[in-house]
């Protein structure tokens, strides 16, 4: 359970850091903004690339993502529907309600938690990669498809695709893993130093959103912040137990990494396209925040009783 701790620990002083820097006005007006584009078009596609590009594909495929993916997808649709019909918001608003369930923080969190309570961080790979291959595209070929200027042609979410770093650097790692070619060092050394930054750098952009601190949660978002909360950190991991445990046989440290993967609280980088794409960044930021404070006992309960 201490190693839960120490995951936070690790985010919270970056975030920390961020948040200074913005009371300070280090970084200027625009600051958050150049750094969220920093992270969005080069510091995440590439450790994508370099991820993927070092992963046997072979393990992503297992039927651990079925509950893993699973849980997610049915999640995301089910928020995706409340907010578009019960809320009656637009496509862009139940997107980001969407991905605020089903898009978990394993880059950020889910690293030093692989690493010091699973002991694994080959258990990071499937859940980053289903995100960044399947969530993240459909994802962003709606938010294109859908937003001022939007192209109404039947294959504008693939051209959509098609020119999204994200994906682009996610499938040339696809295409490095699969046909084995090395990449020279002096290539693949810049190519990860870059990628480096990806997961400070979306910690620090969300510290910088709170420069002028926090305030409750407007009164138009609580509902649908409650639902999300609720779903992400109670429904998501039973939906996966279930479909792990009972349904697929996965027990021990496997079913725990199931549980734990989906428990995780929703990620920083779906702030970042938030920022990214000017849509709902204020409902997005309180789910980070709220997630991530109350996914601690959440984890720990997880803990204690799988682990």
């Known amino acids: 359970m201490l190693a839960v701790f120490e995951g936070f620990g690790v985010i919270a002083v970056i975030v920390l850091t961020g948040f200074l820097a913005g009371r300070l006005d280090l970084l200027g007006p625009h600051g958050q903004q150049v750094l969220a584009k920093i992270v969005f078009y080069i510091a995440t596609p590439t450790l994508l ?11 992503i495929f297992s039927t651990q993502l079925l509950a893993t ?14 907010v578009r019909f019960a809320r009656r918001g637009n496509a862009r608003e139940a997107l980001f309600g969407a991905w605020s369930v089903s898009y978990v923080n394993i880059g950020n969190l889910g690293i030093p938690i692989a690493v010091y309570v699973l002991g694994d961080l080959s258990y990071v790979a499937p859940v980053l990669l289903f995100q960044l291959l399947l969530l993240a595209p459909i994802g962003m ?7 001022p200027g939007g192209n109404p042609h039947w294959y504008s979410p693939l051209v959509s695709i098609a020119r999204n770093p994200i994906v682009i650097g996610s499938v040339l790692g696809i295409l490095v893993s699969a046909t084995g070619v090395e990449i020279p060092a002096v290539v693949f050394d810049p190519l990860e130093m870059m990628g480096a930054m990806s997961v400070p750098g979306a910690l620090l952009a969300f510290g910088l959103s709170f420069r002028d601190g926090w305030s409750l949660p407007a009164r138009g978002t609580r509902t649908q912040l409650t639902v999300i909360t609720g779903v992400k950190l109670v429904v998501q991991p039973l939906i996966a137990w279930a479909v792990g445990g009972p349904l ?3 027990d021990g440290i496997d079913l725990l990494a199931i549980v734990v993967t989906s428990a995780l609280p929703t990620a920083q980088n779906v702030y970042i396209y938030s920022m990214q794409y000017r849509q709902s960044e204020r409902l997005v930021r309180d789910a980070v925040f709220i997630t991530t404070v109350l996914s601690v006992p959440a984890l720990l309960i997880v803990s204690a009783l799988l682990g």
């Open 49 to 59: 690339f370099t991820t993927i590009a070092t992963t046997d594909l072979a393990f």
């Open 69 to 82: 993916g699973g849980s997610a997808l049915v999640c995301g649709i089910l928020l995706f529907l409340f």
């Open 141 to 147: 070929a709606i938010l294109d498809s859908t937003g």
């Open 248 to 250: 697929l046989g996965w």
